[in-house]
């Protein structure tokens, strides 16, 4: 992959990992505000099981919004290390890609094992990878 292309690359990559980051922080908003609201169900003290589930939603929903921050900034800085092509904004968004990368397996590993969560983390990762290496290639031939 030359430099052109890696720009391109990074340029689009930014602009799905932003669409994917409003996506998780709408789902983990949901997730911690619906917990919340669980949680303050009347009567909820004798029941362990729904106490359970609210906590539960809770902690999945920091988790999403972790991923989420992180693929924001990660989608920005990309975008960015695209349009203007600097070995410092690459070497930014190859480090959030790699803090994505950790992000999508440890929702990947924590989260249910249905169709659309695998095939959400696989797109994920392909994205991830798809930055490390435009970012990569950049960050090496890009001027200071």
């Known amino acids: 992959m030359n430099l052109e292309t890696s ?3 990074l340029r689009i990559a930014g602009i ?10 709408i789902v983990s908003l ?18 362990t099981e729904l106490q359970q589930t ?14 989420a921050v992180v693929s924001l900034i ?25 803090l994505s ?11 249910s094992m249905e169709a659309s969560s695998i095939v959400g983390s696989v797109i994920d990762l392909a994205i991830d990878a798809l930055v490390v290496y435009a970012a990569y290639v950049v960050r090496k031939n890009a001027e200071a």
């Open 7 to 9: 720009k391109k690359v």
């Open 16 to 25: 799905l990992s932003i669409i994917g980051a409003v996506f998780a922080l």
């Open 30 to 47: 949901a997730g911690i505000f619906g917990g919340g609201a669980l949680a303050n169900k009347p009567g909820i003290e004798g029941d």
């Open 54 to 67: 609210a906590g539960g939603a809770i902690a999945a929903g920091f988790l999403f919004l972790y991923i």
């Open 74 to 98: 990660e989608g920005i800085v990309s975008y960015l290390a695209g349009k203007k092509g600097t070995k410092g904004l690459a070497t930014v968004a190859l480090i959030f890609a790699v």
């Open 101 to 111: 990368i950790i992000g999508d397996f440890t929702s990947f590993f924590k989260g």
